[in-house]
């Protein structure tokens, strides 16, 4: 059986099932579906009206979710990579979490 390709297809890099933009956009999405159901009923629509704008408020919302969760994951490691690239080489120059301007001279008034 040929599948076409003369060697095996790329692995595309995976993301674990726990990764925080995982959870954020499925939660995300489950919302604004639930959002949606409830919104729908309320305002007397259709049952199959309802239900697909919550279905395309869900396939919306749970990829903006992930998106959210990557930049939130993004912004969270930055100081671990600002920490591990001072702890790796200490004598360059300072990192982007060291400030680099001159030093203030404290006054203390007595």
């Known amino acids: 059986m040929s599948t076409g390709y003369r060697s095996a297809p790329p692995e595309?890099?995976?993301?674990?099932?726990?990764?925080?933009s995982v959870v954020i956009g499925a939660c995300l999405g489950l919302a604004a579906f639930a959002l949606a159901i409830v919104a729908g009923l309320m305002a007397g629509n259709e049952a199959e009206?309802?239900?697909a704008r919550a279905l395309v408020s869900l396939a919306a919302c749970a990829p903006a979710g992930f998106?959210?969760?990557?930049v939130c994951e993004h912004v969270g490691a930055a100081p671990e990579r600002a920490a591990e690239?001072?702890?790796s080489a200490p004598g360059e120059a300072p990192s982007a979490a060291q400030p680099t301007g001159p030093k203030k001279k404290v006054v203390h008034a007595t």
């Open 49 to 51: 009206r309802v239900l």
């Open 12 to 20: 595309l890099p995976r993301v674990a099932a726990s990764a925080p």
């Open 85 to 87: 690239a001072a702890r």
């Open 67 to 70: 998106v959210i969760g990557l």
